[in-house]
Every structure is written in structure tokens, then in C-alpha cells.
């Protein structure tokens, strides 16, 4: 079915503020947006950086070989791990390690970049991972890849476990300085709670007054209930969750 009354127009009017890194995943999320009838709004809120230094990174790489495993937790940390190999791809690197991703979306951009991928789980956040490996050995060698000052919710629980976890900054994220006035809108998204709290920290909450507020994962939301906002969130964390969530939102309100 297609046309404006059609489910690729579930969005028709609204302005939709997109809060991610510009580029890369942004655009991703503008074009599904768009196909669903919104203004999808370009508003980055963090910027993606280099780690303060390459040199882990590079040393664990040339390691490789010794992990058992290598987590990936977020599609930059893919872009970052092969932004650091040759030809920027992973194919190279054969049956061992194997691979896992927190989410999806993390492990088609492996899968783009040449990696096989040995483990996405069905709750695809670390507390899904820390699940899937209940039944690790002791002693099991595992790299972790995530931005600076990430979550070690993961890392507590192998840890505790009797894995050997090497955790390695791939990249940081930091609030955009100056943040320009936010642009006429009705939805604002955010997929992370750095994103969020850069918003609030130029914007306040006041902004988002008789918004739609819609997040992608438990912990951005926490994140907006801790602002004292009534977020929507996605079922799964992926750009079609969130449409979904946010349409749904839109019908209980009396939208069309």
C-alpha cells in the first residue's frame, strides 16, 4: 500500500529533530524518517571523536589472536576498530575471535566491513550479552570495545565471572559547542543518553515542553525520566522501532 494514507506516511507532518552524530547513522535515520512522511530535522548534539589515544586500540588489534572474544557495542566502534586495519576491513582476521555485538544494526556494519558476527543478543543491550554468556568458562579472554567513560555493566559482570576482560576506548563522544537554537519542532529523538543530556545541559527541559520525546533503549530513557520528562520508546533499538513508537504515540493522541 503506498500513497499518503499508507503506512510509509505515518509520520506525514511532523517535524522530527535528529539528534545523532551528523552523517553515518543520522543520515540513515533522516532517509527512514522521510520515507515515513516527516521532516526529518539534522540537530547533532554530540560529536564523534578519536580516543584520547590510538595506541590501546592499535596494541589490542595486533593482539588479536589471543581473544577468545571481541564485543563491539555501538556501530562507531566499528567504524573506529577498521578506521585502524588495512583497507578498513576485517576479514583478515579469519574464525578467531569471535564476534559479538550488543545490537543489530551493530552487527550489519560488521558485516559490512568484511567480520562474521557469532553472536547478537535477543535483548540487545548489555544486559542481553551478560545473559548469552552465563555460560563463559572461567578464564575466557575477552576484548571490549566502547567510547570513553561507557557503560561497565558488562564488564562488572565477566569480571565476576572469572573472565579476563581488556576494556579499550575506541572513540569519545562530547557535547557539540556552541549548540545553535533548535529548529521548529514536534518530535525531538535521541538515541543515547550523552545526546540528551547535551540537549538539556544548552536547552533545559523547557524545550521539550508538549514535545514528543522519543528514545531508543532502557538507559537514554532512564536518562529523560531523570530530566523529569515522559519519554516514548522504541520496542527494539533500531530507526523502524522507533517510527513505530512514535506513530502509535501520534494515533493515541488523536493524530492522523
Not at 6 to 31: E, F, Q, S, Y
Not at 131 to 158: C, M, N, W, Y
Not at 230 to 255: C, F, K, Y
Amino acid at each position: 500500500m503506498s500513497g499518503d494514507s499508507g503506512p510509509l506516511r505515518i509520520l506525514k507532518g511532523l517535524r522530527v529533530l535528529v539528534t545523532r552524530p551528523a552523517h553515518g547513522h543520522a543520515d540513515n535515520w533522516a532517509a527512514a524518517l522521510a520515507a515515513a512522511g516527516a521532516t526529518a530535522l539534522s540537530y547533532p548534539t554530540i560529536e564523534v571523536l578519536p580516543p584520547p589515544s590510538w595506541e590501546p586500540l592499535d596494541e589490542a588489534l595486533r593482539q588479536i589472536g589471543r581473544y577468545d572474544w571481541i564485543i563491539f557495542t555501538s556501530q562507531s566502534t566499528v567504524a573506529s576498530a577498521a578506521s585502524r586495519l588495512e583497507g578498513g576491513c576485517f576479514s583478515a582476521w579469519g574464525a578467531r575471535p569471535r564476534v559479538a555485538t550488543v545490537g543489530a544494526e551493530t552487527a550489519r556494519a560488521l558485516k559490512r566491513a568484511g567480520s562474521h558476527v557469532d553472536l547478537v543478543p535477543s535483548d540487545q543491550r548489555q544486559e542481553g550479552l551478560i545473559d548469552a554468556f552465563r555460560d563463559l568458562e572461567t578464564g575466557t579472554r575477552l576484548l571490549f570495545l566502547h567510547a570513553v567513560a561507557g557503560r561497565d555493566t558488562l564488564i562488572e559482570a565477566l569480571r565476576g565471572r572469572g573472565c579476563k576482560v581488556d576494556v579499550v576506548a575506541a572513540y569519545q563522544t562530547v557535547p557539540r559547542r556552541p549548540l545553535p537554537p533548535a529548529p521548529a519542532f514536534d518530535v525531538a529523538t535521541f538515541a543515547s543518553p550523552s545526546a540528551l543530556q547535551a540537549f538539556v545541559a544548552s536547552h533545559g527541559t523547557r524545550t521539550l515542553a508538549n514535545k514528543t520525546v522519543a528514545v531508543i533503549g532502557p538507559t537514554t530513557a532512564a536518562e529523560a525520566v531523570r530530566h523529569g520528562l515522559q519519554p516514548v520508546i522504541a520496542a527494539e533499538p533500531n530507526i523502524d522501532a522507533l517510527i513505530s513508537a512514535i506513530a502509535s504515540t501520534r494515533t493515541s493522541q488523536g493524530g492522523h
